[in-house]
């Protein structure tokens, strides 16, 4: 069904999955603005302190009929059968990892250091590293989380209620971007409305530099390596993530081949 602006009762429900520092903040606050929907993210009260997930209690009846919610989530089973069973749209948000890694320092520095990303038992002792030795601590022991995030939506294949986009894609067009977002909905765009909400202030965005490719030069040759070989030695492909990598094409000729461990 399309409808002209707001969603209404038949499509009333939808969900940002999206993995952590990839401008979900941004991305549910323009949503909801646009769809006039509730922004419902006050019904975690957990942030930080484990993984994000989804239950029935959480939607009804306290959501009410329209709402926008953004969840570092899983697909796990019961999360895809809340999907169904709701008729919940999904945006699933994601980002190179360079880039991604580079915002989650930032993040752990300067807003909040309880993630479920990555274990950090002592601020302190974090802040006290060097910039590269942090890099390279989230190479090693938050990295796994993001892949293990990319791994579970792509087995999820291309179900109707499943829209893909990325972070670099909002970055080089944001109209383009969310019309895309809009269309999929089956909600008619109204152009000037939505030029109008994205050339607003929206309060809250955490959306610290907004920039593709900052970790070419923010990462040291010696962390670009170490990521590209966590992706190129994984057991699974992820050859796609390897190849979104901002600086990829001009390191091919040091990266290991890619070999994936049976």
């Known amino acids: 069904m399309t409808v002209n602006g707001p969603l209404d009762d038949a499509n009333a429900g939808l969900l940002v999955a999206c993995s ?34 989804l239950h029935e209690w959480h939607l009804a009846p306290v959501l009410g009929s329209r709402f926008v919610l953004h969840l570092h989530i899983k697909p796990y089973a019961p999360h895809l059968a809340l999907i169904e069973r709701h008729r919940l749209k999904v945006v699933h948000l994601w980002r190179n990892l360079g880039d ?13 250091w309880e993630t479920s990303a990555v274990y950090i038992d002592n601020i302190e002792d974090y802040r006290a590293l060097s910039k590269d030795a942090r890099h390279r601590f989230l190479i090693e022991y938050g990295l796994p989380w993001y892949i293990s995030f990319h791994l579970a939506w792509r087995k999820t294949g291309e179900p109707e209620w499943l829209i893909r986009c990325k972070y670099e894609e909002m970055v080089r067009d ?17 152009k000037g409305r939505l030029q109008y909400i994205l050339d607003t202030h929206v309060h809250d ?19 670009k390596l170490l990521l590209e070989r966590k992706l190129a030695e994984h057991a699974q492909d992820l050859t796609e993530l390897l190849h979104e990598l901002p600086w990829w094409p001009k390191s091919q000729s040091r990266t290991p081949t890619v070999q994936h461990r049976a």
Not at 33 to 42: G, S, V
Not at 205 to 223: A, D, M, P, T
């Open 20 to 53: 952590i520092k990839s401008g979900s903040t941004y991305v549910s606050r323009i949503l909801a603005r646009y769809l006039d929907a509730q922004l419902a993210d006050r019904i975690l009260d957990y942030y930080g302190c484990r993984e994000q997930n």
């Open 100 to 112: 991604t890694l580079l915002s989650l320092d930032d993040h752990i520095l300067n807003e909040h």
């Open 205 to 223: 965005s955490r959306f610290n530099v907004g920039r593709v490719g900052r970790s070419i030069e923010g990462l040291s040759e010696g962390n």
């Open 174 to 190: 944001k109209f383009a971007f969310f019309f895309r977002i809009l269309q999929a909905l089956g909600v008619k765009c109204d």
